[in-house]
């Protein structure tokens, strides 16, 4: 507890022990509080999924704060805390925008440019036009009653009303899975037409400041003018930035641990001068993000980059949700409230229509450009999705009374149109996507086939259209890669970051190496990668599919449709449609499994932005799987004709490096017996830096890495090997099965690799994880499946050890 | 038949996935493409252009199998019934995706090819009896003279009521 001095008289003369000093902290205590607060029912709201599931956070947050500042204001009857312009712009804004900036997938962005910048700035000029115009119009008639505003002012409303808000867009397409175009152009939409909304406001809060009298057509123009240099002038300041900052963290690298710092000193920086400048401080930070993403990435450490992500994603998403809940606390403020239902509701009314026709037109015209098309489903939810939020709401409330002598219905109305598009349409939008979606795959249930088929050719199609260069801005795309690699990498990044120069490298790495060691032996210490399945299939273990059981098959499917919600629900209506027709248990549980565990096409899964999460699992696991087994495949064909061919010149550069004693020991070579001169046990001891001749430079960084990879998973499945009590280790007593097992694997090898290897070349090979290949057979049960299986991918080598494994 | 800017853009694109040889691409070449190593049948299409038993393909080639993916105009349906079929019919759009299936080229998706596809497809979650009875249930569905096995015709009628239009079709090669 505290005391308090002795007594009031005496409080000045003597030593106070403990005193309350509240005054003192007030401030930052109460900041503290606020964001501790926010956090909490943050929680809160995690805990009922199911509330979370049909209300979108931002609207739980809003409601929560409308709460709370009743019971401030029912406390004290004064609206103590609002949010003001300086706090949100300041503070609140930047770490956002900044987060969408670092976050966004460029190679998207830039393809869709064109499109995004035609929605962002025709779009929110039509929009804060034609609403700014109707309003006055419907004025004119009267029925708003008297208000005390004029032509400008009407204009300067429906241009802060006019944007679409990032923060609020983003809250809600994060419930709603779209596809990725649709995503990135509403994303961008609502980040690009910043630069519109400033100038709008600016020039209209002027034109309103000096009086409708003195708005002559130089100041039209002049407005005209400023757009063009408010956004070209923060897009610059932002690239500069990023210059500097990728430039800066080229050189961090004893200075690791404050390395994060500079990231968010450096962007806030750009966002500052930008308002400094009073150019768009949106657009700069953005494109600081933008621009600096891949150098930094590249330059710092991989702690460093942790850090960086998660600290964004922190601020982003405290600063999101502080913004709502003061949004809805700010509400509580009976002074600013007026109320003209006629303006409310028109406002609402004319920014909806509008926006709806706003997004045909401009789709209509966007089609005929662009090479993907944006059918109605998208258009529906880009224009539903055309939320209006905090940024609005910060714009009103920097209005001058003086000045604008509405602002307090402006201010009540843009309130109104906050809640209703975050609430309203937040809850609605979600439903609604589902049921468009549903009505277009309605009708019939789909045939395995056709699923099955249909899949192959989504994997098709986007094979073909990484194969021919989608979209048509790669002209632009190829000369600023080349630009990028001549210059800008020599000034940006470290000199160890330009040399893992190959893509396929990047990737490489980026599903780390380690990832693939624990993958394979989780597998193994499972017993099998085939057990490997998500909690919610463990019913299906138990599942006889010789006799089926009507009711237990019938609750595990049930059990699992409620537990897939989401994008695998809508396959579930025509599952449940078919199981109710067919009564084929076995039938539905093939659709189902298919279903469930079909890899998805890259349009679908790409997950590409999350405030509240760093997207990771699910879809590097696919992608994991898959890139493991076509680097082995792609490794064995080219080890066959590369070592086949090429022989002679590889074995003397590879043998003189020796990667030390561990690997020796663990590396391919059964026992002493194998005469040391065989190439291939070389093959599998790499350095990073090996020089192999120019011309071959791609593949072989290629190999090298890929033989990093591929050692790794010979060393683990060596490693088990060695604990089998069947013990094969030396494929020198498997040799003679080997022939007779390659005779009949060829047909299937050979379909594989086109370029058949020599003979000679294969049976050269018994070391490579190829090879451990062939020894599974011996241990294999009599399933005739496996055999074609192992063809395709040592995922499979795991499975054979237990061949009595029942795996129903 | 394609644009002139279209042959030109896709001109560009070959060579840009040539590094340095400036002639036909090999294989290594498309493997550089990222991409295509997280897509499930990405080897098999990248084997898909080239013709039987060859390592190079030049640009005519390239052309010839992205030809297969180009939209189906309308006024084009009607047009010649006479002359060739054009790469990018239904059929052909069908027959290359069947192509990729039928490894060993005898007109026929049997049991074991469809598995192996289907093991490309589903990952390691699945086990092996699991996707044996998917397999079975599948060529069930198709098959029409009962010999365990997808013949392109059968295929072709399993899919009637998908849009292969639409979903084999790159509006990029108009």
């Known amino acids: 507890g505290q005391r308090s001095s ?9 030593f106070a022990i403990v005193s309350f000093k509240w005054d003192h902290v007030k401030e930052p205590y109460i900041i503290a509080l606020w964001i501790l607060v926010a956090s909490l029912a943050k929680i809160a709201f995690h805990l009922s999924h199911k509330v979370t599931r049909v209300v979108p956070e931002s609207a739980l947050l809003i409601v929560l704060g409308l709460f709370l500042g009743g019971i401030v204001w029912a406390a004290d009857h004064i609206a103590s805390f609002s949010l003001t312009p300086t706090v949100f712009f300041f503070y ?46 419907v004025y004119l008639t009267g029925i708003m009653g008297k208000l005390n505003s004029g032509l400008l002012d009407f204009l300067l409303f429906g241009s802060l009303i006019a944007a679409v808000d990032p923060v609020a867009v983003l809250a809600v397409f994060e419930e709603v899975h779209v596809n990725e175009v649709l995503f990135i152009i509403v994303f961008g939409e609502s980040l690009l037409n910043d630069a519109v909304t400033v100038v709008l406001y600016n020039v209209f809060e002027s034109f309103v400041a000096i009086g409708p009298m003195n708005v002559t057509g130089i100041e039209c123009l002049k407005g005209i003018v400023s757009f063009f240099v408010v956004s070209l002038g923060g897009t610059l300041v932002g690239i500069f930035f990023a210059f500097l900052l990728s430039l800066v963290s080229r050189f961090t690298k004893h200075v690791r641990i404050i390395e994060p710092g500079f990231v968010f000193i450096i962007s806030y920086l750009s966002y500052l001068t930008a308002e400094m400048l009073s150019l768009s401080a949106i657009l700069a930070i953005t494109f600081c993000g933008i621009c600096c993403q891949k150098y930094v990435k590249a330059n710092i450490s991989e702690q460093s980059s942790t850090t960086v992500r998660y600290t ?64 109605i489903i998208d258009q529906v939810v880009m224009s539903y999705g055309g939320l209006r939020g905090a940024v609005a709401f910060a714009l009103v409330a920097l209005l001058d009374g003086d000045k604008v002598k509405d602002r307090n219905l402006f201010v009540s ?49 986007s094979a073909i259209e990484d194969i021919s260069g989608q979209i048509g801005h790669h002209y632009l795309r190829d000369k600023w890669s ?104 076995e039938d539905t549980l093939a659709h189902h499994t298919l279903q469930q565990y079909l890899y998805k096409p890259r349009q679908e899964h790409k997950h590409l932005y999350s405030r509240h999460e760093i997207m990771h699992s699910e879809d590097d696991k696919q992608d994991k799987e898959i890139f493991h087994r076509t680097m082995r495949k792609r490794l064995e064909s080219f080890k066959s004709t590369k070592l086949g061919i090429n022989h002679s010149k590889k074995l003397n550069k590879i043998h003189k490096r020796d990667r030390g004693q561990k690997r020796r020991n663990s590396s391919v070579i ?125 995922e499979d080598r795991p499975r054979s050890f237990l061949p009595e494994s029942t795996h129903m | 038949s394609v644009s002139h800017s279209q042959i030109t853009r896709l001109y560009s694109r070959f060579t840009s996935l040539d590094k340095g040889e400036n002639g036909p691409l090999s294989r290594e070449d498309f493997q550089r493409i990222p991409e ?27 052309m010839r199998t992205l030809a297969h993916f180009r939209p189906i105009e309308d006024n084009e349906k009607s047009k010649d019934q006479n002359g060739p079929e054009p790469l990018n019919s ?20 049997s049991r074991d090819e469809l598995l192996q596809v289907l093991r490309m497809m589903v990952g390691v979650n699945i086990s092996d009896e699991q996707l044996g009875s998917i397999a079975d249930r599948t060529i069930q569905e198709a098959d029409q003279d009962g010999d365990s096995a997808i013949s392109f015709a059968e295929f072709v009628k399993v899919l009637e009521k998908v849009d292969v239009e639409q979903k084999m079709s790159i509006r990029f090669l108009h």
């Open chain 1, 92 to 137: 609140l804004l930047p770490p956002i925008v900044l987060d969408a900036g670092y976050f966004m997938p460029n190679r998207l962005f830039f393809g869709n440019l064109g499109s995004i910048l035609l929605y962002a700035v025709i779009g929110t000029v039509w929009n804060a036009a034609t609403t700014g115009l109707s309003l006055y119009g």
């Open chain 1, 670 to 794: 059964p026992n002493g017996n194998i005469p040391s001169e065989n190439p291939v046990q070389d093959f599998t001891l790499k350095e990073k830096d090996l020089e192999f001749s120019e011309s071959e430079e791609n593949n072989d960084y290629e190999t090298l890495h890929l033989g990093k990879g591929v050692d790794f998973l010979a060393n683990v499945t060596k490693q088990n090997f060695t604990d089998t009590p069947a013990g094969i280790d030396n494929p020198v007593f498997s040799a003679d099965d080997d022939q007779s097992i390659y005779t009949k694997f060829s047909p299937w090898l050979s379909s594989e690799d086109t370029v058949v290897p020599s003979q000679r070349a294969r049976l050269q090979l018994p070391y490579s994880p190829n090879n451990f290949r062939r020894l599974t057979p011996i241990r294999l049960s009599n399933k005739s499946t496996d055999s074609f299986l192992l063809a395709d991918g040592p």
């Open chain 2, 36 to 62: 295509l190593a997280i897509n499930p049948l990405g080897d098999r299409i990248i084997n898909a252009f080239f013709p039987e038993g060859e390592d190079q393909v030049n640009f005519r080639g390239f």
């Open chain 1, 413 to 461: 109305t843009t309130i109104i149109v906050v809640f209703f598009t975050v609430i309203f349409q937040g809850l609605t939008i979600k439903p609604l996507v589902q049921w468009l979606k549903v009505k277009k795959t309605e009708h019939r249930e789909p045939k395995l086939n056709e699923k099955l088929h249909g899949r192959a050719f989504d994997h098709i199609l």
């Open chain 2, 90 to 109: 239904r059929s052909n759009k069908l027959h290359f995706a069947f192509r990729l299936y039928d490894l060993d080229k005898d007109d026929k998706i």
């Open chain 1, 6 to 14: 002795e007594s009031p008289k005496n409080s000045n003369q003597s």
């Open chain 1, 482 to 585: 080349n630009f990028d690699r001549k210059f800008l990498r020599k000034i940006l990044m470290r000199r160890s970051a330009q040399k893992s120069r190959d893509q396929i490298l990047n990737v490489f790495h980026e599903l780390n190496l380690k990832d693939a060691i624990s993958y394979v032996a989780e597998g193994e210490r499972r017993g099998s990668l085939a057990f490997i399945r998500s909690p919610s299939t463990d019913n299906m273990v138990n599942v006889d599919f010789s006799t089926p059981l009507p009711s237990a098959v019938e609750s595990s499917v049930s059990y699992l449709l409620r537990e897939k919600a989401g994008p695998v629900c809508l396959d579930m209506q025509a599952l449940e449609q078919r199981r109710k027709s067919i009564r084929d248990t």
């Open chain 1, 312 to 375: 964004m994603k922190m601020m982003a998403s405290g600063a999101e949700t502080i913004i709502f809940m003061f949004l809805g606390i700010s509400a509580v403020d009976p002074d600013i409230w007026t109320w003209n239902t006629a303006f409310i509701l028109l406002t609402l009314v004319f920014i909806s229509v509008y926006r709806v026709i706003g997004v045909i037109i401009q789709t209509w015209i966007l089609n005929r450009y662009r090479t993907v098309q944006l059918e």
